[in-house]
T-cell receptor, first 112, second 111 residues
Framework: LAKTTQPISMDSYEGQEVNITCSHN???????ITWYQQFPSQGPRFIIQ???TKVTNEVASLFIPADRKSSTLSLPRVSLSDTAVYYC?????????????FGAGTRLAVHP | NAGVTQTPKFQVLKTGQSMTLQCAQD?????MYWYRQDPGMGLRLIYY???????DKGEVPNGYNVSRLNKREFSLRLESAAPSQTSVYFC??????????FGDGTRLSIL
């Protein structure tokens, strides 16, 4: 299982773009990169998933370089409501989501 | 849209008591999962069920049992609660090879 490393915490201000980088040096060929968001007193919520290059949805963008040893979650123009913990997971969906490991995540605090 | 519903939301037990945490999903998902989350930490998988009628151990199964009652429901039982099982418990469900949908958790304190 690919181990991931993320910053423990980050601070930002409303309206700024936030980039959270995740390192996964031993990612396997079949592995995808998945990001979840967790608000206090709630369960994690799926944000975005990607395999290579760039993926964008209505919430975020995910940038994956050619060597796939890291990935960056980009949140455009954050607001106070984006304050949450963000988890980076690496694994093969076909291998079962039971194989994915949640680390401690990155605590993002957005300030007025 | 109910999604994944967990009951109860809060519970306090005494050491040695037993309890069953309930989870139900209305998305017709095959796979269901139970996790625990301790303060400041990520989620750890307790048990999962790939499909109705099957269950398998996850990372931290000791002290727990599960039942996949039908496609919708997946329960977690603590036979003899211990203070080390004080945690927030999350249930999740998913389609094969798709991201998981989580409930809002059961906060369990064992005195």
């Amino acid at each position: 299982l690919a181990k991931t490393t993320q910053p423990i915490s980050m601070d930002s201000y409303e309206g700024q773009e936030v980039n959270i980088t995740c390192s996964h040096n031993n990612i396997a060929t079949n592995d995808y990169i998945t990001w979840y968001q967790q608000f206090p007193s709630q369960g994690p919520r799926f944000i975005i998933q990607g395999y290579k290059t760039k993926v964008t949805n209505e919430v975020a963008s995910l940038f994956i370089p050619a060597d796939r040893k890291s990935s960056t979650l980009s949140l455009p123009r954050v607001s106070l409501s984006d304050t949450a913990v963000y988890y980076c997971l690496v694994g093969s969906p076909s291998g079962g989501y039971n194989k994915l490991i949640f680390g401690a995540g990155t605590r993002l605090a957005v300030h007025p | 849209n109910a999604g994944v519903t967990q009951t109860p939301k809060f519970q306090v037990l005494k050491t040695g008591q037993s309890m069953t945490l309930q989870c139900a999903q209305d998305m017709n998902h095959n796979s269901m999962y139970w996790y625990r989350q301790d303060p400041g930490m990520g989620l750890r998988l307790i048990y999962y069920s790939a499909s109705e009628g099957t269950t398998d151990k996850g990372e931290v199964p000791n002290g727990y049992n599960v039942s996949r009652l039908n496609k919708r429901e997946f329960s977690l039982r603590l036979e003899s609660a211990a203070p080390s099982q004080t945690s927030v418990y999350f249930c999740a469900s998913s389609r094969p090879n798709q991201p998981q949908h989580f409930g809002d958790g059961t906060r369990l304190s064992i005195l």
